[in-house]
C-alpha cells in the first residue's frame, strides 16, 4: 500500500509539533525522517516536498527564518489573545 502526501505530512506535523521549541527542523531533516519511518520504497524527496506544501498551504506549520530556513508551528502573537 502506497503512502500517500496526507499521511506524510501527519506524520511530518507530529514530529515538527512533539519537538516544538526543542529542535527546529529544516525541509531536508523531514525528508530524512520521514524516509526513514516509511521506507525508501514508500517514500521519496518529491513525495516528502508535496507533503511540506501541504502543510504550509494548510496553514498547519510556517517556515521561520533565523540563519536558515526552518519549519515550524505557528507561534501564538501575544497579542493575539486580547484581554
Known amino acids: 500500500m502506497a503512502v500517500t502526501a ?22 531536508g531533516d523531514l525528508t530524512k525522517e520521514m524516509i526513514k519511518k516509511f521506507g525508501e520504497d514508500q517514500v521519496d524527496k518529491k513525495l516528502c516536498k508535496l507533503a511540506i506544501r501541504e502543510m504550509m498551504d494548510s496553514g498547519r506549520c510556517v517556515y521561520t527564518y533565523f540563519g536558515g530556513s526552518f519549519i515550524e508551528v505557528p507561534h501564538a502573537e501575544g497579542a493575539a489573545g486580547g484581554s
Open 6 to 27: 496526507h499521511e506524510v505530512a501527519d506524520a511530518m506535523y507530529e514530529l515538527v509539533a512533539e519537538y516544538q521549541g526543542k529542535k527546529k527542523f529544516k525541509a
